[in-house]
């Protein structure tokens, strides 16, 4: 495997279901990223992890819960969702260091909330 | 509070021909980074250019070039030739630089090429 992998692709649930959603970044890169692309909104920013360790929430509700146990893993838990939460959810990966570089992002899980 | 405006929602162009995507972009810092992703429908986001704010050297890569304007904060994407292949949603995104690694995403233009 090469870059960043995601699964599953696709998931459809339920509002009472719980599911995770499964991030690998074979880069060797040192942060780790969720995003959610829906169709009215661009592209937000949800989690940062740097070195493992959590260093953004960008106001995202509690229904979301990242999980990081090491530098090339990264899942989303969901619980309890909405079906305003039906989106494609976006992995990234990036070496940080003294300047900002690019991020590798996966190929997204496209999850429906019924 | 930084914010990037890709005022094109859509642009459809034949096959061969040049097209240009704008990215106007705003924020207060004196440093910070821009880039250029494409989004085929398969969703996952390509990475393009990096460009840090000091350097306003235009850059060309085959057939795409970057026009990067301090004067009018523009940072655009020019496709010279395009192709079928190009079709693809296109995001500019900024790094201001105190926010760490935090990428400010526009709303993205879709360009269809059309054979």
């Known amino acids: 495997e090469t870059g960043v992998t995601q699964t599953p692709r696709h998931l459809v649930m339920g509002m009472t279901n719980k599911k995770s959603l499964k991030c690998e970044q074979h880069?060797?890169?040192?942060?780790m990223y969720w995003y959610k692309q829906s169709a009215k909104k661009p592209l937000e920013l949800m989690f940062v992890y740097n070195f493992k360790e959590q260093t953004e929430n960008n106001s995202v509700p509690s229904r979301f819960s990242p999980e990081c146990p090491n530098s090339s893993h990264l899942f989303l838990h969901l619980h309890t969702l909405q079906p305003e939460d039906s989106a494609l959810y976006l992995c990234a990966s990036s070496q940080e260091g003294r300047a900002v570089n690019e991020q590798f992002f996966g190929p997204g899980t496209r999850l429906t909330v019924l | 509070a930084q914010k990037v405006t890709q005022a094109q929602t859509e642009i459809s162009v034949v096959e061969k021909e040049d097209v240009t995507l704008d990215c106007v972009y705003e924020?207060?810092?004196?440093?910070?980074?821009l880039f250029w992703y494409k989004q085929p429908p398969s969703g996952e986001l390509v990475f393009l250019i990096r460009?840090?704010?000091?350097?306003?050297q235009n850059e060309i890569s085959g057939r795409y070039s970057w026009n990067f304007q301090k004067s009018t904060s523009s940072f655009n994407f020019t496709i010279t030739a395009s192709q079928v292949v190009d079709s693809a949603v296109y995001f500019c995104a900024l790094n201001v630089g105190n926010a760490g690694n935090m990428l400010t995403f526009g709303g993205g233009t879709r360009l269809m090429v059309k054979p």
């Open positions: 460009r840090n704010s000091f350097d306003e």
């Open positions: 880069l060797g890169h040192n942060a």
């Open positions: 924020t207060r810092d004196t440093t910070y980074y």
